[in-house]
């Protein structure tokens, strides 16, 4: 009696222990958590992410304050994370091939110095997407934005001629590249169209990121009788707002890019503005959606991708004038000089 029952024992047991392991293989898997729902939650997307590659430094109230501001407002917009790199030279395909590497769905390289680094950079990394601006650059995940400057410059010309009191005007460039020389050409142009007896003085900085150099061919241009400045040179304009401030209110500053009006406050005729900011923003938006253009895309007066804002130093007449030539401009009757590399 006793041995049965120790046969039936152990086989109660071994019952027991079977059943134990059929309802841990039918069991939840390690690590699953319990929703209350029979389900786990998917996990969270994570963002995508843009670095803006400049070989400018920000702060210069301009053309790449303009970018950098443009790509903090794609992020905001498309819920997107940014990251700014102020690359010195010979260091932009070194950031740009470690951005892809942690996996960056947009790098931007900002202006033409930037351009060989996304040339040599972006085959080697066909999921990710490059945004070129003012250069040139082919490629399957690369579009580059291009700015016809000379058109709004056109207009800022028109009214520097309209109100110089001694007939000379002077631009101060950075570099002699591509937006650099449209800028100028189109001052002069506009200038010359209202009166072609204006004297027209290109001065050349050789740096974008030296405000000394900017002040001293500030001072120089208004030595020769220049009562109105272009600037077209990054953080080096800050000079030339230096020396307008200290020689008055009878000397006037022309910007670009980004409004300009505050930087030499009464002093500013107007600014021959670009799209950058824009142009970034629609660049986020088309890899957010999956719709990414490629190719070399240019932008005008017609599309509002360039544009001169004025201010109260601009008369009526003057704002009418430059109206006018703007339509012009638009339905193709002027031409706006883009290549005289004065």
Not at 47 to 63: F, I, R, S, Y
Not at 311 to 336: F, R, S, W
């Amino acid at each position: 009696m006793k041995t049965g029952m120790k046969k039936m024992g152990a086989l109660l047991l071994c019952l027991a222990m079977l059943l134990a392991l059929l309802a841990g293989c039918g069991g939840k898997e390690t690590g699953q958590q319990d929703t209350g729902s029979g389900s786990s939650a998917p996990p969270e997307a994570e963002a995508k992410k843009v670095v803006l590659v400049t070989p400018q430094k920000l702060g210069d109230k301009a053309c790449v304050d303009l970018s950098w501001a443009g790509v903090q407002a794609g992020c905001e917009q498309y819920g997107w994370e940014a990251k700014v790199i102020e690359a010195e030279e010979g260091e932009y395909e070194d950031a740009m091939r470690s951005m892809a590497e942690e996996g960056y769905d947009l790098i931007i390289g900002l202006f033409s110095a930037t351009q060989d680094a996304v040339i040599r950079t972006a085959p080697d990394y066909p999921d990710t997407k490059f945004f070129l601006i003012n250069g040139e650059a082919e490629g399957d995940n690369i579009q580059c934005a291009q700015f016809w400057c000379n058109e709004s410059s056109f207009l800022c010309g028109v009214a520097a001629a309209m109100k110089t009191q001694t007939g000379k005007i002077a631009a101060i460039r950075g570099a002699d590249v591509g937006d650099n020389i449209r800028f100028t050409a189109g001052f002069f142009h506009g200038a010359r169209t209202v009166n072609p007896d204006i004297e027209c003085v290109p001065m050349i900085a050789g740096s974008f990121e030296d405000p000394t150099k900017g002040k001293e061919l500030a001072m120089l241009a208004m030595e020769q009788g220049c009562d109105i400045i272009m600037q077209i040179c990054a953080k080096t304009s800050m000079g030339i707002r230096e020396a307008l401030t200290e020689a008055g209110k009878d000397k006037l500053y022309v910007g670009i890019d980004t409004d300009e009006s505050d930087n030499v406050p009464g002093q500013v005729l107007g600014t021959s503005a670009t799209g950058y900011d824009t142009a970034i923003i629609n660049a986020i938006g088309e890899v957010d959606s999956g719709n990414f253009q490629t190719g070399i895309i240019w932008h005008g007066l017609a599309d509002g991708g360039v544009y001169m804002i004025e201010t109260d130093l601009c008369t009526p007449e003057i704002m009418e004038a430059v109206h006018g030539y703007e339509e012009k401009i638009i339905n193709g009757e002027i031409q706006v000089d883009a290549t005289t590399n004065w």
